[in-house]
Nanobody
């Protein structure tokens, strides 16, 4: 069984910073990629940033230059450093991983979500 556990969400003022963390645990054979998605009320869940096992990163345009995704392969952990936060960044942020569980087949796994609120 595989679990993704997130932390780091909270309330922050516009222009502030937060760092989200997500650790994948359980019987994992191989991780191909990890990333962050977000979903605001009434909106679709959309990708924020992804990082592959080789370290290649991708960001949605609205967060480029403000957010940084990174990973610690030894810890199966992905981070999202969010700087210059804006009210429109307010959403529930979900960690995901594209991985192969031990004795299983490749699939996507999702965390429970952590809420980020940007407000004065």
């Amino acid at each position: 069984q595989v679990q993704l556990v997130e932390s780091g969400g909270g309330l922050v003022q516009p222009g502030g910073s937060l760092r989200l963390s997500c650790t994948a645990s359980g019987r994992i054979f191989s991780i191909y990629a990890m990333g962050w998605y977000r979903q605001a009320p009434g909106k679709q869940r959309d990708v924020v940033a992804t990082i592959t096992s080789g370290g290649s990163t991708n960001y949605r345009d609205s967060v480029k230059g403000r957010f940084t995704i990174s990973r610690d392969g030894a810890k199966n952990t992905v981070y999202l450093q969010m700087n210059g936060l804006k009210p429109e960044d307010t959403a529930v942020y979900y960690c995901y991983s594209d991985l192969i569980p031990r004795l299983g087949r490749r699939s996507d796994y999702w965390g429970q979500g952590t809420r980020v609120t940007v407000s004065s």
